[in-house]
């Protein structure tokens, strides 16, 4: 979703659109959009006035929404849902008066984001490290949230920590985990039953990615993480028979491919998928009438330069983010 929507800011506002941080975790997505004349700024105060921009997928803390407004002429929150589902948690669970354990990766901006918006009720607890000396004002009202793409296991041991000292722990009806983060860990889970060797393509920063390759080393299978094919080196595939390759949430397509043709398997490769994901995010609401607006005006005559085919939003659940990082590479 934050994808198509950075594309269409592309296609609909005059260069340059910024967007505050990267729009995802990836670098090689950072910089196509780069390419095509999208600005990356860590300060709102980096942004011209009146200058159209957007805010990224891992979510902003209220000052940061706050300040983008008062700056830019256009502000396009492309916040993932799952991300604003955990913010909506932390408001509730502090306006009842509950001590709120966040684990999460610091300085991870969906973490400073969530942080940001209770920092006087919220302690945040590295996974690693666990729930350490934490000590609520009142062990009846302690609630418990998490960074949306930490892996199942760091999630599970807090969590099993958090209930057993405290017996009340409020926690979400429906797990904070990214669906498409857990799925990846279901399929590495597969993959270290089979193979020699994993290679988990995707940034430094992205915390899904490294999630993926810790859970490789849980299963006691070898993984490395790669930006790109590239990156492959030949010592890792000495001994090795077969090999194991995924992808943080938001690594292309192509380089997965790219990472399959250096390998060049002597016996072709087996796509392995651990469910089929259909869940839809529409474009941010905002954007969406910006782009129906401009469909009104395509209909009526007045040419625009816009995403390919024929039924605009009618088509976005169809329409892929590899589809438009092909637009704007092209």
Not at 58 to 66: I, K, L, Q, T, Y
Not at 79 to 95: A, D, F, G, Q, R
């Amino acid at each position: 979703m934050a994808i198509k929507a950075l594309t269409w800011m592309t296609r609909i506002f005059d260069g340059p659109v910024y967007c505050y941080h990267e729009i995802v975790h990836n670098e090689w997505v950072v910089n196509a959009f780069q390419r095509v004349g999208v600005v990356f700024v860590n300060d709102i105060s980096e942004v011209p006035e009146g200058a159209p921009l957007m805010l990224s997928a891992h979510g902003s803390s209220p000052e940061v929404v706050a300040a983008a407004g008062d700056r830019a002429a256009v502000v396009i929150d492309a916040v993932c849902p799952l991300v604003t589902k955990v913010h909506h948690e932390v408001k509730m669970m502090s306006s009842k008066g509950y001590d709120i354990i966040y684990i999460g990766h610091e300085g991870h901006d969906e973490a400073v984001g969530t942080v940001a918006e209770a920092p006087q009720a919220i302690t945040l607890v590295e996974p690693e490290r666990g729930l350490g000396d934490f000590t609520p004002s009142d062990e009846e009202k302690v609630a418990l949230v998490a960074q949306t793409t930490l892996g199942l296991y760091e999630w599970q041991e807090v969590m099993d920590d958090a209930t057993a000292r405290f017996p009340g722990l409020k926690t979400a009806r429906k797990s904070d985990l990214c669906y498409a983060t857990t799925n990846r860990q279901d399929v590495v889970n597969q993959l270290s039953t089979e193979c020699d060797l994993i290679l988990v393509v995707g940034s430094h920063n992205s915390s899904n990615t490294q999630a993926l390759v810790r859970v490789s080393h849980e299963n006691g299978i070898r993984a490395h993480r790669i930006d790109s094919a590239d990156d492959i080196e030949d010592r890792w595939l000495e001994g090795v028979v077969t090999v194991g390759v995924t992808a943080g949430a938001s690594a292309p397509d192509l380089l997965v491919q790219e990472v399959i043709d250096r390998l060049a398997p002597s016996r072709g490769f087996e796509l392995w998928s651990a469910t089929e994901e259909e869940e839809y995010f529409p474009l941010p609401p905002q954007l969406r009438s910006f782009v129906s607006t401009l469909q009104t005006l395509v209909e009526a005559g007045v040419t625009a330069s816009r995403p390919g085919g024929d039924s605009w939003l009618e088509r976005d659940r169809d329409w892929t983010a590899t589809e438009a990082l092909d637009l704007i590479s092209a």
